[in-house]
């Protein structure tokens, strides 16, 4: 929460609405049983955290056809508002659930923030965010988009061919009324059972396919094959009925059930728009939450996942350094779809380009690099696939890993897991998976000895993991004495860089918005000093007087350390 | 950092370099960590920094040596990786600069030792070896890129990469100047009609730019627009000199295409607008003034000649140049005011008014040709034209007046062989003509004339055409403008109703005197000249007598006088040798004729006071009846071509004519005479006076008090449709309706009028 929250700061800057104007001056109504729409038209801002936790679908319409969105906008609570928004409430133009709330929202200020949210990119979770842009990374896929957009540009780069920076080579191509669409063979085949026994059977060597039939639209297959990757559907009202044949072929079910049933509510459906607008304009939007668990992206991928982990060959650790690997076996794997192996330790795991590549950098780049190097070229005999080593990393954390970057999510990590873990996601350059081991690692820190919560500072400063960190200094600094007892941390004072003495770099503000940005690679002793100053020190003058103290304090406890090493 | 692992074979070096620093991880050992882990620092070999980095510039050098195929990206990505962590990233990244600069000087030395042609090529394939590894280098540095250097903020290392190639290599004394002349020289070749290699251009170009918008300025840009701007004022200068104007321009518009061609062939998007620019400044620009009043090739003989293609050209490039349409805009304006000019005021050309109408329409035609085919129907350039037709139309204050007379000429042959839609045709164009009038009321008055001469002749040739021309009149000029005309068909129509009836109910007992037709002109309606009723023969008297009380008894009230200067007759004639003809003749001249019923010979004295047609008149239709040869059906003593007032006139009996009928025409002259064009000009003046004082009265009611510029500039204003007003004249309106007590002069100042209501 804490990251949310700061992010959510920095935000205020840019949408011209001064922090006090979240202060809500009215009563708020508790509604502590109430469902989702009561506490967003009470503003009951604690029933509604702890709904949208408990993993309600934010965009879920009540019997009068409205959505929570619209009762808080009508209200007026700017916090319900925007607590909303930032879960994912979609507010955007000329749909029919958005209009309504910019129709209804009580004043001028509710309206800006809607405004903000809407211009922002779509709240995705970082699966989806990454792999929305590997779709939108393929150039066919984006000069598509601009035209949707209504700016038709196409560029040079279309003409040079040369792939733009974030994209991932797509493997293959749909051409619709001659109109292309690239695409991923793993992720439809992930989403789509129609499609995955296609791409088994009929499709299995095809580059690119064409279609021409009358009822197959580009728009709305467009939008289906975005929501496979993002699973954020986006489409103009009119080709909705179009989406829901294809998802009926695509035996895409959850996902036609409720297209349907939104076909039958927009025929009636009475758009409150600020200004006239023609059906065309009229657009649907679906978050992935709308859906049941099972359908959504991250479900998909964690099937695909677990059969490629079925799969993928546990080595015995023998001597013989050929690896054992059954020719039979390879037609059986076909159906993970699997391109590309990982060694890992003694394990070969069965993974997917598209998916590392759009989620660490560092396998995008290495996928791309493996004819420039080494890589690929000793690829192991009777195996056609390529296959990548990588050391140092035990199979265990890769697994955890790979699970992160399928389904965005982390089951039961162990503390004694979480430092090879923070070492891969930093070398992984998966910098989310950071903060979702230290979500784990958390509880687990509430009862570790004051020795452990030392390394763990030591630790959390190496790999830049900031909640670690910041809970260890604030740990140690409100009890700093019973550390000062401890030998680790005199230990550990020595290893540190020593505080700097130049008061000048001393933030005289404590906890100033964005301050934590530089702790990222601050001094750990200078932070200590001013967390401790937080807590104990008194006001101006006398804080100059503390500060003093604490680095006396922190030369003796040096001093007692070197003693008892030498004496050692 | 786990440091449980150091008792694991820690720096082995006779294993694989890569695992310096950790051995494989052993799970079990995990739970190691605890409080030993503080025992040892968890400071590492302090000379691990400098081990890892001799791994990874070997790295470097192998990259730049081609031989990258034998490393590991995983493990040199893993050793960078480290180093970053441990905080050896500074190390890191020094070292990288060093190696990298190393390299570099290194290619430059190749690059320098060069000769000729070499130098570019060896530039480029040198540059695209840094391009790839660098790029390999940026991805094993990625961990770095990521963290380190935004942190540090340090250049990333593809920048770097970037600007250390452009110290080392573009930006050497050597290297850099001899760069710059070689591009140089081969674009000039290329100019000259050589061929250079364009891929490699396009090569060496492109890295420039990728080095940055500034070294591309600098290092090429700024110097290649000098030279180009150098190279086009000699050529240029050339050309005009030994050139006509329309193949210069043919010239300028070929390199002007062939500098965009440069551009998208090889130089960078950027430079298209700059190179453009220099190529329409030395080009065109500079030599703008000469190229449009070129002798015998210029703009004026290009209009002179038709030359669409020409036009078309020196229009697409002087709009490209500042004031480049003023330039040919106003070369035109002042040629075709010129010509203009010299053709309202050619004393031949005046001679003929359908001749000269003619001329101006062909004029007319001509420009719109130019206009649309070559200036793309530019709005500046159609105005320019308008008001320059405006501008010499009114010169001649004729102009009306002929204008009229051509379309007369139009009615009255009618479409002979020519179709209504041509008609249609040039009616529209008279319209815009017309529209350039500024006395659009002395083209109204002209008009009524002449259209009712066609209705009372019943010479028109279509109603519908008459209609239509009205119609656009009315359409341009408004209701008031056409009320009159309009007027006139009803009377025409009514007429023949009213004749009808008269013939209905008293057809019987007029037994078989001649026939009559009148038609009933109102008052107002028609240009009536006030005349003297000439005396009727008396076997028509009592016919006009019937006529007169049946029109008074249908309509009361009314008063009918007869307009016999504008009336027709047929006469059934019988000549010496037996011959019989049907003469057709004028009210006057049948008057005349009608005496010779009962006598043989008549001087002119007696025809006079027997009639009672002015003198000049009379004169005339003797004129015609007795002088024109093959229409002489009187003879006159002496045979003078002049009317005296002596002469004695009798009746042909040797006339002879092919035709049963025979058509006696008035010698009339079609324009108007001088006194007669004083007389018309006086009738306007003295119908502007109601205007001018109608138009005064309406501005005075809506502003109760204005002073008298104002009054003067509204009124003109108000009038403008219909014909410029004098000021000195509105002037004199308002002292008059000041006398008619409409307006006084305000007590304090003089200049201010009240209206009195």
Not at chain 2, 277 to 295: A, D, F
Not at chain 2, 692 to 701: D, H
């Amino acid at each position: 929460m804490t990251d949310n929250l700061r992010i959510t700061m920095t935000d205020l800057d840019d949408i011209d609405l001064s922090p006090a104007d979240f202060l809500h001056p009215l009563f708020k109504k508790k509604v502590p049983h109430g469902d989702v729409f009561e506490a967003s038209r009470a503003g009951d801002i604690t029933r509604l955290t702890y709904l949208l936790e408990s993993g309600i679908n934010v965009n879920a319409r009540d019997q009068w056809d409205s959505v929570a969105l619209y009762y808080a906008c009508l209200a007026g609570h700017l916090d319900a508002v925007k607590l909303l928004l930032e879960n994912g409430a979609i507010c955007s133009e000329h749909t029919f659930d958005g209009d309504r709330c910019h129709y209804a929202a009580l004043n001028l200020k509710v309206r800006k923030l809607l405004k903000a949210f809407e211009a922002r990119p779509p709240p995705l979770g970082p699966l989806a965010g990454d792999l929305r842009e590997m779709f939108l990374g393929c150039l066919v896929n984006r000069s598509c988009l601009e035209l949707v957009d209504g700016e038709s540009q196409f560029t040079g780069d279309v003409s040079t061919g040369a792939p733009s920076p974030g994209s991932f080579p797509p493997d293959v191509t749909f051409y619709i009324h001659g109109r292309p669409i690239e695409a991923h063979r793993v992720i439809l085949s992930a989403r789509s059972p129609y499609l995955k026994k296609k791409f088994q059977t009929d499709w299995k060597t095809r580059k690119e396919i064409k279609f021409s039939k009358e009822k197959l639209s580009y728009p709305a297959f467009y939008s289906l094959i975005h929501f496979f990757y993002s699973d954020r559907l986006e489409i103009a009202v009119d080709d909705m009925e179009d989406l829901a044949r294809i998802c009926k072929v695509c035996k895409c079910e959850s996902l036609q059930r409720i297209i349907e049933k939104e076909v039958t509510h927009q025929k009636y459906a009475d758009y409150k728009s600020l200004q006239d607008l023609d059906n065309s304009q009229r657009r649907y939007i679906l978050q992935g939450s709308s859906l049941p668990e099972e359908d959504r992206l991250p479900a998909a991928l964690s099937r695909l996942l677990n059969v490629s982990l079925d799969n993928s060959i546990k080595e015995e650790k023998c001597d013989d350094t050929v690896p054992r690997i059954e020719g039979l076996k390879l037609s059986e794997f076909e159906d993970d779809l699997a391109d590309v192996c990982i060694k890992v330790d003694d394990k070969i795991f069965r993974c997917h380009q598209v998916i590392l590549a759009s989620r660490s950098e560092y396998f995008k780049t290495r996928l791309s690099r493996m004819e420039d190097f080494r890589e690929g070229k000793d690829g192991l005999p009777d195996y056609n696939l390529p296959v990548l080593e990588e050391r140092d990393l035990s199979m265990e954390a890769f697994e955890k890993m790979i699970e992160y970057m399928y389904t965005d999510s982390l089951k039961d990590i162990d503390p004694d897991q979480a430092e090879e873990m923070f070492d891969a996601a930093s070398r992984y350059l998966l910098f989310p998976l950071k903060r979702a081991v230290a979500d784990a690692l958390l509880p687990h820190l509430e009862n570790v000895p004051p020795s452990e919560l030392c390394h763990w500072l030591i630790l959390s400063d190496l790999y830049g993991v900031l909640k670690i960190r910041e809970y260890c200094l604030d740990i140690i600094a409100s009890n700093f004495e019973t550390f000062a007892d401890t030998r680790e941390f005199r230990t550990m004072l020595l290893t540190l860089p020593p505080p700097s003495g130049d008061s000048s770099l001393r933030t005289t503000i404590p906890n100033a918005p964005g301050a934590e940005m530089k702790m990222t690679e601050g001094n750990i002793l200078d932070d200590l000093r001013e967390k401790w100053l937080e807590v104990e020190a008194g006001e101006l003058d006398k804080r100059d007087e503390d500060v003093l103290l604490f680095d006396k304090r922190l030369e003796m406890l040096m001093l007692v350390a070197e003693k008892e090493q030498s004496a050692e | 950092m786990s440091s449980s692992n150091n008792n694991n074979n820690k720096y082995c070096e006779e294993e694989e370099e890569e695992d310096i620093f950790y051995g494989r991880r052993n799970n079990k050992k995990k739970r190691m960590f605890e409080i030993e882990a503080f025992k040892h620092k968890v400071v590492v070999d302090p000379k691990y920094g400098d081990k890892t980095w001799m791994i990874l510039e070997h790295a470097i050098n192998q990259i730049y040596n081609h031989n990258a195929s034998h490393l590991s990206f995983e493990q040199l990505y893993r050793n960078a990786y480290n180093m970053v962590l441990h905080k050896f990233g500074e190390t890191l990244y020094t070292g990288l600069i060093s190696t990298m600069t190393s390299h570099l000087t290194a290619m430059s030395q190749c690059i320098e030792n060069t000769h000729g042609e070499m130098f570019l090529e060896e530039l480029n394939s040198k540059w695209t070896d840094h391009n790839k590894a660098l790029h390999m280098i940026r991805d094993i540095l990625m961990y770095m890129d990521r963290t380190y250097i935004p942190s540090n903020r340090k250049t990333p290392v593809h920048e770097l990469g970037l600007s250390l190639w452009t110290e080392n290599v573009i930006h050497l004394s050597g290297i850099q100047t001899r760069l710059r002349t070689t591009l140089l020289q081969l674009i000039h070749k290329e100019r000259t009609g050589q061929v250079v290699n364009r891929g490699l251009m396009k090569n060496i170009i492109k890295m420039l730019s990728d080095l940055g918008p500034l070294v591309y300025q600098v290092d090429f840009e700024i110097p290649f627009l000098e030279a180009s701007g150098e190279f086009y004022k000699v050529e240029s200068q050339n050309f005009i000199e030994c050139c006509e104007c329309g193949e210069y321009l043919q010239k300028a518009d070929r390199r002007l295409q062939e500098e965009i061609d440069r551009v998208s062939h090889y130089l960078d998007t950027k430079s298209e607008s700059k190179i453009v620019h220099v190529v329409e400044k030395e080009m065109i620009e500079n030599h703008m003034t000469r190229l449009v009043h070129m002798e015998n090739s210029g703009l004026v003989k290009m209009l002179v000649d038709d030359k669409y293609e020409d036009l078309r050209r020196i229009y697409n490039l002087f709009h490209r140049v500042p004031n480049g349409h003023v330039t040919i805009r106003d070369v035109m304006t002042s040629y075709l005011r010129e010509t203009g000019k010299q053709l309202v005021t050619d004393p031949e050309k005046l001679k003929d008014p359908v001749e000269f109408v003619q001329c101006l329409l062909d004029k007319k035609d001509k420009y719109d040709e130019i206009i649309s085919l070559s200036f793309s129907n530019d709005k500046t350039f159609q105005n320019a034209l308008n008001s320059s037709f405006e501008y010499f139309i009114n010169l001649n204050p004729r102009s009306p007046e002929y204008i009229s007379l051509f379309v007369d000429d139009k009615l009255r042959k009618g479409s002979k062989g020519v179709s209504e839609d041509d008609v249609e045709v040039v009616f529209d164009k008279v319209m815009m003509l017309f529209r350039y009038l500024h006395e659009k009321d002395v083209f109204e008055k002209y008009y009524k004339q002449h259209l009712a001469k066609r209705l009372l002749a019943g010479k028109d040739v279509s109603d519908d055409a008459e209609r239509s021309l009205v119609l656009k009149l009315k359409t341009e000029c408004g209701y008031q403008f056409t009320s009159k005309l309009e007027g006139m068909f009803t009377d025409i129509k009514t007429s023949q109703d009213t004749m009808e009836g008269f013939y209905s109910t008293h057809g019987t007992d007029l037994g078989d005197g001649p026939t009559l037709a009148v038609q009933v002109l109102t008052t107002g309606s028609w240009p009536t000249q006030s005349c003297v009723a000439c005396n009727l023969p008396t076997e028509l008297l009592s016919l006009c007598d019937k006529f007169r009380s049946y029109y008074l008894g249908i309509h009361s009230g009314r008063k009918l006088s007869w307009q016999t200067n504008m009336g027709t007759a047929d006469l059934k004639a019988n000549f010496g040798k037996g011959q019989k003809h049907e003469l057709t003749v004028s009210t006057y001249q049948m008057c005349v004729l009608m005496l010779f019923n009962n006598a043989d010979q008549i001087t002119y004295k007696e025809i006079e006071q027997a009639t009672e047609i002015p003198s000049l008149d009379l004169k005339r239709c003797l004129q015609s009846m007795a002088c024109v040869k093959g229409k002489n059906v009187l003879k006159k003593e002496p045979m003078s071509k002049d009317i005296e007032e002596e002469d004695v006139f009798l009746v042909n009996d040797k006339f002879t004519s092919k035709f049963y009928k025979v058509k006696i025409g008035t010698v009339v002259a079609q324009k108007e005479s001088e006194p007669e064009k004083v007389e018309t000009r006086q009738r306007v003046d003295e119908d502007r006076k109601p205007q001018i004082e109608a138009a005064i009265v309406r501005i005075m009611k809506a502003r109760k008090v204005l002073d008298h510029n104002n009054i003067i500039s509204e009124v003109a204003k108000q009038l403008q449709p219909r014909f410029l007003a004098n000021p000195s004249e509105i002037k004199k309106r308002i002292e008059s309706l000041i006398e008619r007590e409409f307006l006084e002069r305000d007590a304090s100042d003089r200049k201010l009028y009240k209206y009195l209501a």
